[in-house]
């Protein structure tokens, strides 16, 4: 999700000691490694596909088990009110890092990372663009993951925060934006005078609205087409890109869009369309130049060819997913 600024504060604030008394209850055999086996990066499932444990982005989202013994997580994010995806504990290890990226995939284009760090430290540092900030215990926190990000724990033990990954409804984009424009709401003053702080409350049953439906069997034309015509503007942006070769990623993905309009306009999500969808999604992967970086994105100096292929083509088919679409 693209922001205005790399970091936005939002106004709210937790109860630092009843996280760590909920996150104390772990332990190490609990955490899974990094999908990616990045070291120094582990993770406990608070939402995730089927509440397994699991990485998992696409699928009905429900609590884990982990999270049923976490009453004060609950509470939170029932108070944020807004549909989770998933969502987890995640630790940094002392000396680790999470390496530089930016995040290209489906799930990231419609949702945002909320940030709440429940052990840290002044020497967590958290770079996004040309920005960094330390995030202190119990603050909340989002930023611009198609900016180039990172983060390193130079303290002498583990850095955990809780992670909650929502799409975000009018009103939590509305308190985004106002904050992101207004640079006086810093630490102090006003912004300190509309924190809202959440105190824990024993026994207090919530209810958690997670995602039932977040992914399509098949991406609807208007989405595909809306897509790829913001990947071309922002190639064509780039004035170190070929023009020409500009113009052939603009007709590949024109033609993509314009053949999967008409394929879905006779087929829906119905199984009949599944290998003529396929044949669609081969026919762009086949004409993809091999070099990745064969054009370049103005905004994040990303290269074309992985975005369109996770964004897009990895994204538009999801055919194991019909019958959940129908009663």
């Not at 600024?5 to 709210?12: A, C, E, I, S």
């Not at 489906?106 to 945002?112: A, L, N, P, Q």
Request: with cysteine.
């Amino acid at each position: 999700m693209e922001l205005v600024k790399p970091f936005v504060r939002l106004p709210f604030r937790f109860d630092v000691e009843r996280l760590q008394l909920e996150l104390a209850q772990f332990d190490n055999a609990i955490w899974m490694s990094h999908p990616n086996r990045i070291q120094g990066n582990s993770a406990i499932p608070l939402v995730s596909l089927n509440g397994d444990d699991n990485d998992d982005f696409s699928g009905e989202m429900i609590s884990t088990p982990h999270l049923d013994r976490c009453e004060y997580i609950q509470q939170i994010m029932s108070h944020l009110d807004e549909v989770i995806a998933r969502s987890r504990l995640m630790k940094l290890a002392a000396g680790a890092e999470v390496t530089p990226h930016v995040d290209f995939n489906y799930h990231w284009y419609h949702r945002v990372r909320i940030h709440i760090p429940i052990v840290t430290d002044p020497r967590v540092t958290f770079y996004c663009g040309d920005d960094q900030v330390n995030m202190r215990e119990g603050e909340c926190w989002i930023f611009d993951s198609w900016r180039l990000h990172k983060v390193v724990n130079d303290a002498d033990f583990d850095r955990t925060h809780l992670v909650i990954d929502t799409a975000g409804s009018s009103r939590f984009w509305r308190l985004v934006e106002r904050l992101a424009v207004d640079e006086s709401r810093g630490y102090d003053g006003d912004f300190e005078q509309q924190v809202d702080y959440l105190s824990y409350q024993e026994n207090k049953k919530v209810l958690i609205k997670t995602e039932r439906f977040n992914v399509a069997p098949v991406m609807a034309p208007g989405e595909l087409e809306a897509i790829a015509n913001e990947l071309i503007t922002d190639v064509a942006n780039n004035p170190d890109n070929n023009p020409a070769l500009v113009l052939e990623y603009k007709g590949l993905l024109r033609d993509l869009a314009k053949d999967w309009r008409e394929v879905y306009s006779l087929h829906g999500y119905r199984a009949s369309g599944t290998e003529l969808y396929r044949k669609l999604l081969n026919r762009t992967v086949a004409n993809l130049r091999p070099n990745p970086r064969a054009l370049v994105t103005s905004s994040n100096n990303v290269g074309i060819n992985p975005i369109i292929m996770q964004r897009i083509l990895r994204a538009a088919l999801n055919a194991e997913h019909t019958s959940r679409f129908f009663d």
